[in-house]
Nanobody, 111 residues
Framework: QVQLVESGGGLVQPGGSLRLSCAAS????????MAWYRQAPGKQRELVAS???????NYADSVKGRFTISRDNAKNTVYLQMNSLKPEDTAVYYC?????WGRGTQVTVSS
């Protein structure tokens, strides 16, 4: 059974940074495409970033230049470095692979 556990969310001021982590188990990981999604209140879940097994990355236009997705195959972990955070980045952030989802971690950007 695939399990994904996110961590690293919290409250941060506009312009601040956070790094999210997603620890995966029950999967080969190194061969998986991993993705971060987010869902803000009253909005649909949207793709934030993804990274393939060969570390090719893809980003939503709204986060390009501010967010960086990376992976550590030795730790079965994918990261999302978020810089220059804006209030509109406030959402629950979810890790996803092969149709499996984590429970999410809350990110709140507010002064």
């Amino acid at each position: 059974q695939v399990q994904l556990v996110e961590s690293g969310g919290g409250l941060v001021q506009p312009g601040g940074s956070l790094r999210l982590s997603c620890a995966a188990s029950g999967t080969l990981f190194r061969s998986d495409t991993m993705a971060w999604y987010r869902q803000a209140p009253g909005k649909q879940r949207e793709l934030v970033a993804s990274i393939t097994s060969s570390s090719n990355t893809n980003y939503a236009d709204s986060v390009k230049g501010r967010f960086t997705i990376s992976r550590d195959n030795a730790k079965n972990t994918v990261y999302l470095q978020m810089n220059s955070l804006k209030p509109e980045d406030t959402a629950v952030y979810y890790c996803q692979t092969w149709g499996f989802w984590g429970r999410g971690t809350q990110v709140t950007v507010s002064s």
